[in-house]
């Protein structure tokens, strides 16, 4: 058993697509299966369910999860205590950020941090939900900008207040339902829904699927994207709808329109962090982010 193969299992747990898992890791796939396998033959069990159609932990493979997933959090933690000194010298903040909605909101917030602290270096970091949340707890992201719910349960995770953003629906300009300055569920609960793979973001998409059910509809599958740019590209060539935020706003393009939907709570969104992150650059940034958020958000 080596790091590599615990990262490859940790990576495959979350995304659960091996094609997405070796994008990740930037290895190919052919490789990740190889680091699956010797673990397994280690093991000597089936850590994943494998079919045509997709790809799932097993039984032995969810008991398995916590324990590797505190030995890499170990390896990180001692990795950065035996290279501390020259860490300390870096002076470095890896900043993770959902993609296709949270960017001028960070940028404004980060401008305002490098105008105060100039010597400190920051490294920026797209992703999805899922992502996201597996940097931060493996230590490869300091801060991450996401959902307070996609933290929740996360035990060593802790969260600075950023943003409340305003659930709405994406339709096409010409769609009949553009013209409305809101909408509830009744207005377009039969229209084709179309949303990002489950398995990518899974917290928005549970939420999605609540909100419809508490309103008394399921929705119309119509497809999935891999990311939020390309389900805001096939609503833009009109193959449905969609529900997002408005912080989607500056990625959207300009036949979109986004409509507030009633009745449904606005979304927390957070800026988690890792309570046994050594970085001295993190504690920094929280007391400084304390002391000058009102003034900036």
């Not at 933290?151 to 943003?163: D, E, I, K, R, V």
């Amino acid at each position: 058993m080596d790091i590599e193969q615990l990262q490859s299992f940790l990576t495959l747990s979350q995304t659960l697509n091996y094609t997405k898992a070796a994008e990740n890791l930037y290895i190919t796939q052919p490789t990740l299966s190889r680091h699956i396998k010797h673990l397994e033959t280690e093991l000597g069990c089936r850590l994943f369910d494998r079919n045509t159609k997709q790809v799932s932990l097993s039984a032995k493979g969810e008991s398995f999860l916590k324990y590797a997933t505190n030995i890499l959090l170990e390896y990180n933690r001692g990795l950065a205590h035996i290279t501390g000194e020259a860490f300390q010298n870096a002076d470095t903040l890896n900043f993770g950020f959902l993609r296709g909605g949270t960017e001028n909101s960070l940028l404004s917030l980060l401008q305002n941090f490098t105008a105060d602290h100039p010597k400190i270096q920051l490294k920026l970091h797209d992703g999805n939900h899922n992502d996201l949340l597996s940097a931060l707890k493996y230590g490869t992201h300091d801060f991450t900008l996401t959902m307070g719910s996609t933290l929740a349960g996360n035990a060593g995770l802790g969260h600075l207040p950023f943003s409340n953003l305003t659930t709405v629906l994406i339709v096409p300009k010409n769609h009949p339902l553009a013209s409305k300055t809101s909408v509830c569920f009744q207005d377009f609960y039969d229209q084709p829904y179309l949303c990002v793979h489950k398995h990518i973001t899974n917290a928005w998409y549970e939420y999605v699927i609540s909100l419809y059910l508490s309103n008394g509809f399921f929705p119309l599958h119509s497809g999935t994207c891999d990311s939020v740019i390309t389900l805001l590209m096939m609503v833009s060539l009109g193959k449905g709808i969609t529900i997002l935020t408005d912080g989607c706003r500056d990625a959207m393009p300009e036949n979109l329109v986004a409509i507030p939907i009633q009745n449904v709570p606005s979304t927390n969104m957070v800026i988690g962090y890792s309570h046994k992150n050594i970085n001295p650059a993190v504690p920094l940034f929280i007391k400084w982010f304390q002391k000058n958020s009102t003034l900036i958000l």
